[in-house]
């Protein structure tokens, strides 16, 4: 039981947050001491657990969640705590006992509890940034609370850190009252908020009215404070992706922060995606789920070729490895604070440097800017999708110089990785164009020649169908 003054009266009142309602009537009991004298009363809280904007509640940590009638799912490995959101600092704030809150926000200005105001700047934050999107899920905020470094100092906000709740939107911050969340996204923010020990999978319902061959235009937003691709600390909202079921309409993707979360759909591409002479289906699928972005901004620009920093970027989106990070890194070239092109990011650079995806040139080197050519692209693949190689070149250049017109201009380190990509079907060759009395087609690989965008598409298209992230 606690005790608050509320500013309105200047009155204290007396609060009691009661746990574990079940679903319809329950039948509270009270007491009441007054010194040697003690009344007992009870009323009744009917708990009716509807999706509708406003609904909340705080759940202790557990492995599956299935809340708003279905609509939003959640689960977490065994043994998932959570956690202080910095890695490298002596104290952890591990714990089991802190309780999510979950809540179907408004759509405009982010508020769970109707009992604030409407905020106009809370407003300005949730607006789609690209006008390209609309939503069609109801927009869920799932919160975990905030810890600082400090904490464990005070034995209250200890007891606190340890066993406390996620917050409400616009009530985010334990000390302060009525700090909405748009005023946390600093670097410190992103340090102090709980995070799960594990990735969890989030599974949101989206409009039934969807057909299912639209399941490509289909994607998750998260607004989130995160570091972005220049190694910023910003709050925005973040194309995440996920894997959808046609079938049930419903999207699927691992999260490893809170925040809000809201399904939405590609209404609107671009001239030169919808104009393509092949690629426009799979350019609009690798946009709407975030794995690529458009060079200019009114642009796509799919003809031109990709960087050896976009490609590295887009591999390790699409086989989901981990990020890592910390410490020093790799390439002299690739640091943070360091990039003006947002179509790559040092975190997924330094990532599959750290794996095996990535080599650097000369003086350390990784050059992300500079073009990619189809055969180092390859290269890149193989390692990306641990493709078994030929360990004996010759025989590789044999087997390819059967499909391609140029096999013999393939490098000798290449050969392999080569192979390998074009009998798992990533990579395809380029016809060539028939002779005078020719009537079988033939192809080229182009090894030195520059790889495209729309061309590095449609390899991750290829590749997120075997890993089965796409429908096939």
């Not at 007992?40 to 202790?60: C, R, Y």
């Not at 340890?162 to 996204?185: H, M």
Request: cysteine-free; overall charge positive.
């Amino acid at each position: 039981m606690l005790s608050k003054i509320d500013p309105s009266d200047n009155k204290p009142y007396f609060y009691y947050r009661y746990l574990n309602l079940k679903a319809g009537r329950n039948t509270i009991n009270f007491t009441i001491n007054r010194g040697k004298e003690s009344s007992k009363g009870s009323f009744i809280v009917n708990n009716v657990n509807t999706s509708v904007e406003g609904a909340q509640m705080l759940m202790p940590l557990q492995n599956k969640y299935k809340l708003f009638e279905g609509d939003l799912e959640l689960s977490f490995p065994t043994n998932t705590k959570l956690m202080r959101n910095d890695p490298t600092a002596t104290n952890q704030y591990l714990t089991a006992d802190r309780k999510l809150m979950f809540g179907l926000a408004n759509v405009k200005d982010g508020r769970v509890n109707k009992a604030y105001n409407t905020d106009y700047s809370a407003s300005f934050f949730l607006r789609e940034p690209t006008d390209k999107f609309r939503p069609v899920s109801k927009l869920y905020w799932i919160n975990g609370g905030s810890v600082g470094q400090d904490d464990y100092l005070d034995k209250d906000k200890l007891k606190e850190a340890l066993t406390g709740s996620g917050r409400d939107p616009y009530n985010i911050d334990v000390n302060n009252a009525n700090v909405k969340f748009y005023q946390r996204n600093n670097e410190n923010d992103l340090k102090n908020m709980f995070v799960p020990t594990k990735h969890g999978e989030l599974t949101l319902k989206y409009d039934d009215s969807i057909r299912q061959d639209s399941w490509k235009y289909v994607t998750v937003y998260q607004m989130d404070i995160y570091e972005d691709y220049r190694g910023m600390t910003t709050l925005a909202w973040k194309n995440i992706g996920g894997e959808v079921n046609p079938q049930k309409n419903t999207i699927t993707v691992p999260i490893d922060h809170f925040g809000y979360f809201q399904v939405m759909y590609m209404y609107d591409s671009f001239n030169d995606i919808t104009s393509h002479e092949w690629g426009r289906d799979t350019l609009d699928t690798l946009y709407s789920k975030g794995f690529m972005l458009n060079k200019l901004q009114s642009l796509f620009v799919p003809n031109e070729s990709i960087t050896r920093g976009e490609f590295a970027t887009l591999l390790v989106k699409a086989f989901d490895l981990p990020l890592q990070y910390s410490g020093n890194l790799t390439f002299s070239d690739v640091q943070k604070f360091a990039s003006s092109n947002p179509l790559y990011d040092y975190k997924y650079i330094e990532t599959a440097a750290r794996v095996g995806i990535a080599r650097g040139t000369a003086g350390g080197r990784f050059k992300p800017d500079e073009a990619i050519t189809r055969q180092d692209a390859a290269v890149m693949i193989a390692r990306a999708a641990e493709l078994k190689l030929n360990s004996d070149s010759n025989k590789s250049l044999a087997t390819l110089q059967k499909q391609f017109t140029d096999a013999k201009d393939i490098d000798f380190y290449a050969l392999p990785p080569v192979e390998a990509v074009s009998k798992a079907g990533f990579i395809e060759g380029i016809e060539n164009v028939l002779l005078t009395g020719q009537k079988k087609k033939t192809y080229r690989f182009d090894p030195r020649q520059n790889f495209t965008r729309v061309q590095a598409a449609a390899v991750m298209e290829r590749i997120l169908k075997k890993e089965k992230k796409f429908p096939k």
